[in-house]
């Protein structure tokens, strides 16, 4: 078993790592800031539209180079900035992880369960807590300590940032707006009385007027994003676990009714909306015309942002949990059936395949030419072209 490193010097080895700091006999040295690409994935779904699009080009077949062992569960997607990826569990760890051989930088434990995929802005990781008193966190990685936390009660979704204020849904049936730099509460919207609100497992997402969001009570909520106050809602027949997938003129939600609803983000009427016959757990990813998505029947389809017609369809051989994950050249998913798909985004034909350890509920990320598969129930596995070295 590895020998647990202390938090603050083994952070600052990653920052010093990406920032191209200088390792010499005198220790390490930050000598510029963290540097920014095109494929880092910063929040969950990798915008705060929540698309799951990512600017990668992945070459395939793939290969295998290195697989990270977290420990515990892993119900997030990692972050992922320029040449480390941040792992977090539902032990409550937050690890660090090089992303060129996979070795193990650091690690720093809080509270409880990190379900959701936190936000990185700069060094500043902020982190949602499914219980405990500290549940919304803002740990600093170069100081490797807490810069500030808060009890906003039990979250299982992932914080969203945006204009310098966090946004967070609840299980006690809340979303709050907190400033980012001391997480002083700015709003909270409450879905009803406190005795009747339902949990919310559903992440938010906006387009900047609006957030949007899913709760177990069967609703999308829109939520003016300065003042806090209700625009619309809409009543599906199931419960809403997925997150939404928002774009300047549309909500894209996934329902339990096993129905997929386009709605107008104005108003929240239906733009349509597609009978998948099967109940919706994972957020869809979505382009400007193509919407993916994956269901508890093993599909994953893809369907006409414009219109709600299905295009084509590919059939897995078990539930499909989470969203699909958009490149320029595939759209890849993953199964509980223990296998990665990779099919091309205009027919649905299989470009390749990979079979991971063990069942897949948590969607794949890439950076740059890397693609990272999180696997039941604490591995994390990085695959490479096979053509590159």
């Not at 799951?52 to 420990?71: D, R, S, T």
């Not at 599906?236 to 676990?241: E, L, M, P, R, V």
Request: with cysteine; aromatic share 8%; hydrophobic share 45%.
């Amino acid at each position: 078993m590895k020998r647990r490193l202390d938090v603050r010097w083994s952070v600052i080895f990653v920052l010093a790592m990406i920032a191209g700091g200088i390792l010499g006999c005198g220790g390490l040295k930050i000598n510029r800031a963290w540097k920014t690409h095109p494929s880092d994935w910063l929040q969950y779904g990798g915008s705060a539209a929540r698309s799951n699009v990512q600017a990668a080009n992945i070459k395939f077949p793939l290969k295998f180079v290195w697989e990270f062992n977290a420990g515990g569960g892993i119900a997030a997607t990692p972050i992922v900035r320029e040449s480390v990826l941040i792992i977090c569990t539902l032990h409550g760890e937050i690890h660090a992880v090089l992303m060129t051989n996979g070795k193990h930088l650091g690690r720093l434990s809080l509270e409880s369960a990190i379900a959701g995929t936190p936000v990185l802005d700069g060094a500043m990781l902020f982190a949602g807590i499914s219980r405990g008193e500290e549940t919304l966190v803002a740990v600093d990685l170069v100081a490797g300590r807490k810069r500030w936390a808060i009890n906003a009660g039990g979250i299982e979704s992932s914080p969203l940032l945006e204009e310098g204020k966090l946004y967070v849904t609840t299980l006690d049936g809340v979303l709050l707006c907190v400033n980012k730099h001391d997480g002083a509460e700015l709003w909270r919207f409450e879905t009803g009385a406190a005795e009747s609100r339902k949990p919310i497992r559903s992440s938010p997402a906006t387009n900047g007027r609006i957030i949007a969001f899913g709760s177990d009570d069967g609703s999308v909520y829109a939520v003016d994003m300065r003042m806090g106050s209700l625009k619309w809602k809409f009543g599906t027949a199931g419960s809403i676990f997925a997150t939404p997938v928002i774009g300047d003129d549309d909500v894209i939600a996934g329902s339990l009714d096993g129905i997929l609803y386009c709605l107008r983000a104005d108003d929240g009427t239906i733009r349509w909306k597609a009978a998948l016959e099967a109940p919706l757990y994972g957020a869809a990813a979505a382009t400007d015309s193509v919407v993916y998505i994956g269901t508890s029947r093993g599909e994953c389809l893809a369907i006409d942002r414009r219109t709600g017609r299905k295009i084509w369809s590919f059939l897995a051989k078990s539930i499909v949990a989470s969203a699909p994950l958009v490149v320029s050249n595939a759209v890849l998913f993953g199964s509980l059936d223990r296998r990665l798909y990779v099919l091309d985004p205009h027919n649905g034909t299989t470009v390749g395949m990979y079979d991971a350890n063990g069942r897949i509920r948590v969607s794949p990320v890439a950076w740059n030419d890397f693609l990272f598969v999180t696997s039941e129930d604490r591995f994390v596995t990085a695959l490479k072209s096979e053509d590159t070295p």
